[in-house]
Each structure stands twice: as C-alpha cells, then as structure tokens.
C-alpha cells in the first residue's frame, strides 16, 4: 500500500504589492502554523521516504517550520512544475515517483493540491471527505492511501486517512476574523 500525503503551505503575507507571487514569505501564524503542523507530523510518527516540493519562497518557509517541529530533515527535492500546478500536473508528477518509494509528501498550493485530493478520494460522508470539500486551507495536510504503484494512482483510487488543518492542532491557528 501507498500513502500520498499533500501538504498545502502555511499562511503567507501580502505585505509588499509590489513582490512577485512566487517571493511571497510566511507571515508569523504562518510560521506558527508550519512549525505546529512539524509537532504533529512527529507525535503522529509519520516519515516519508520521498519529498516533492514547489521552490516558491513560500513553500520552502513552511517546510523549514514543519522541520523545526518535526525534528528532522525532510530534504526535499525542489521541482518548479509544483507551482501553481494544476491537479492533472501533480498527478503525472506522482506518476513518475519511484517504485520503490512507500510514502510521499508532495508540498505545494493551492488550487492544485485541493483538487487533486478531490480527485483522488471519492465522494462520500465521511467526516474526512467532508471536511476535505468544505475547504483545504493554508499549512493543512492530507494524507490518502491506495493499492498498487504510483503509476497506477487513478481518480476515485484513494482512500483519505488524515485531514488535519492547523486550527484542529490549535485554535488559535483557525481562519482569521478579518
């Protein structure tokens, strides 16, 4: 069995108008929320053999804090096709991953991550799916497992095992008031 985990990253700032989309930094309960999303990822015991991850400034602030928490090195390998990719671009990227890779966390943004877990999981009740369609936001992961090789990963093919949003870990991280 497989396991994809997708994590969106954390909250960025919109400080400076003037700043290219893909230079845009974490704001501090971005950091926050990267470094809380570690924690878990450590207490929950999950590792990963493989980390596929967009280079914007965003994405690599966010996985710099989940390592902080985490507590270890994800090394992951950078690839720009992530940015702003479209769920059809992340599922041919997760179609190349090695064989022999067990676990992947695939770390990038929005739309595109969102609806290739929409794709991927079928519809259903269930509180995950549930909470997965209301709304996948910032420095949130998904975690979905399946049977077969990357290769083979279809839409309708998983199964979503984890959502876990960073106002689930901390309430104070929940969407702002604003």
Known sequence: MKTLTLLRHAKSGWDDPALRDFDRALNPKGKRAAAMMGTHLRSAGLAFDK????????????????????GRTLAPAWDRRIY????????????????????LLLVGH????????LWLVPMSEEPLRVALEAKYPTATMAEMTFDGEWGDLAPGAARLTKFVRPRDLDASLGPDED
Do not use: K
């Open 84 to 103: 702003l990719a479209s769920a059809v671009t992340l599922l041919d990227l997760v179609h190349a991953v090695p064989v022999a890779t067990e676990r």
């Open 51 to 70: 980390v596929v991850a967009s280079p914007a400034v965003r994405v690599v602030e966010t996985l710099a804090g989940v390592e902080s928490g985490y």
């Open 110 to 117: 929005n739309p595109g991550l969102e609806d290739l877990a």
